[in-house]
């Protein structure tokens, strides 16, 4: 599991957020921040759930381990629709990531 923050941002206020499961069934990561608490979970089943919470005033760069297809995220117990969509673009090592703004994030790559 993988969460640091970003050099490129003054204040620590974006930042990466690259699980590895690396065959675990479940994970949690918490991190303090003074506006917040930035948490992941990982659940394993059919596919990979990654819920992703993120504190005010700061952004992830989320980046899973999944290739292919992304699933359609939830945020703040909402299905996300069209623009609503972060786009899915590469972090400059050549994986998929997409920038998420504060609120709870659920990405479910086996409900796809």
Request: charged share 25%; glycine share 10%; hydrophobic share 40%.
């Amino acid at each position: 599991m993988c969460i640091r923050d970003s050099p490129l941002t003054p204040g620590a206020t974006t930042f990466a957020v690259a699980p590895d499961p690396a065959g675990l069934e479940h994970f949690r990561a918490r991190v303090a921040h003074p506006a917040g608490v930035l948490r992941v979970e990982y659940r394993a089943g059919e596919g990979a759930r990654y819920e992703v919470e993120v504190p005010p005033g700061c952004e992830a760069r989320f980046v899973p381990p999944e290739e292919g297809a992304w699933p359609v995220p939830v945020l703040d117990g909402e299905r996300l629709e069209g623009a609503a969509i972060p786009p899915v673009e590469s972090d400059g090592a050549g994986r998929a990531s997409a920038r998420l703004s504060p609120g709870s994030w659920v990405y479910d790559f086996s409900a796809e």
